[in-house]
């Protein structure tokens, strides 16, 4: 195992829409519906140039796993990660939140996720690198200081 994450770009854009679009992802998504090569292209190259967003990709050596992007307002970065379908239950969600801690910890005080409650493997993720719960009602906030 080899891990690194990478900075995402345009060439990542396929890749990204196929991993957004998996049934468990749109699941765990607060807006459901399958989305459009169209909108995704929009959305992403607005990511792209969007200073305040970082875009990764979590690599195993050569071959792609999974993707984090990053928002932040000021010092504080809201996490939005997900595993490649067929790379789910080795460990990859864990290590994708460790080294989005490292990659940004250089301009980002504080690092948030939201989580529904239902979404037993994500919580187990920010669980497992020690960030603070909060429940409220099926919303599970996790937060932070790197
Ligand atoms: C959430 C996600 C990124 C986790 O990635 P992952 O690589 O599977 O995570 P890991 O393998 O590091 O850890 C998953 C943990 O959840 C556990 N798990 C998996 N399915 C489970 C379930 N249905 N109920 C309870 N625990 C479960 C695994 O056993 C593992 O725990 P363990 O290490 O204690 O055994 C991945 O499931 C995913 O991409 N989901 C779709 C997108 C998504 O939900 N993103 C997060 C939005 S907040």
Redesign the pocket.
């Known amino acids: 195992m080899y891990l690194f994450l990478r900075s995402a770009d345009i060439n990542d854009a396929a890749t990204i829409l196929e991993?957004r679009n998996?049934t468990?992802?749109r699941d765990?998504?607060f807006s459901k519906e399958l989305i459009d090569f169209d909108t995704h292209i929009k959305w992403y190259e607005s990511k792209l140039s969007d200073e305040s967003c970082s875009l990764f990709i979590l690599m195993d050596g050569a071959e792609k796993i999974?993707h984090v992007r990053i928002d932040t307002v000021n010092d504080i970065g809201r996490i939005?990660?997900?595993?490649a379908?067929d790379?789910?239950?080795?460990?990859?969600?864990?290590?994708?939140i460790e080294l989005s801690e490292k990659a940004v910890s250089s301009r980002v005080k504080v690092l948030t996720?939201?989580?529904?409650s239902s979404?037993?493997?994500?919580k187990?993720?920010f669980r497992?690198n020690n960030y603070a719960e909060f429940f409220s009602g099926d919303i599970v906030s996790y937060i932070k200081i790197i």
Do not use: A, F
Request: hydrophobic share 20%; net charge positive; glycine share 12%.
């Open positions: 991993w998996d468990l992802t765990n998504s999974g939005s990660y997900t595993i379908s790379k789910r239950n080795m460990g990859y969600g864990k290590k994708i996720g939201i989580v529904q979404n037993e493997p994500s187990k993720c497992s």
